[in-house]
């Protein structure tokens, strides 16, 4: 029996995931994100109300990156099918730090066009890695996007013009 997760919800702060199943019950669930944090949640960890498999967990540090969430079935080895979301927090924080230094720039020049452009370059990568990962399940190009998102988080000081 396939299981279909219907809902993945992260907290604002990424440290709290809850995850509703529309369908199975597997017995154990393995959280992994992009900073190798792993986390197993067993049947126990589960609340079953309402018709609806669902549970809550909350992680001591904040998620990053794209989030794999994997039920295994009864044996605990086989992985059903799995589902992919996008921790954002810490990219939500580099487009404001960017957002901040492009209306703070005081440059007589284009210069301070840069920060608010790669604002918007990091915006559009982490909405693609958030669309790979909910929407078409596509691991390897969330994870690459993701990766191109922050790769180009870096704050550009001096005017330089």
């Not at 927090?89 to 284009?110: F, P, S």
């Amino acid at each position: 029996m396939a299981t279909e997760i219907k809902k993945i919800i992260l907290s604002e702060d990424c440290k709290k995931i809850s995850v509703e199943f529309a369908t199975a019950q597997p017995t154990t669930v393995v959280i992994n994100d992009s900073n190798n944090a792993s986390i197993t949640l067993e049947s126990d960890d589960f609340e079953y109300a309402d018709g609806v498999l669902s549970f809550i967990y909350t992680h001591t540090a904040a998620f990053v990156g794209v989030l794999q969430i994997l039920p295994k079935d009864s044996d605990g080895t086989t992985t059903l099918t799995p589902a992919y979301s996008v921790a954002k927090c810490r990219t939500i924080c580099c487009i404001t730090n960017l957002l901040y230094a492009a209306m703070e720039c005081t440059c007589k020049c284009d210069k301070c066009k840069e920060d608010l452009l790669r604002a918007e370059k990091v915006t559009l990568f982490l909405q693609a890695a958030t669309y790979e990962a909910e929407h078409n399940a596509n691991l390897t190009q969330a994870v690459k996007n993701y990766n191109k998102a922050t790769e180009l988080c870096v704050e550009v000081c001096a005017c330089g013009c």
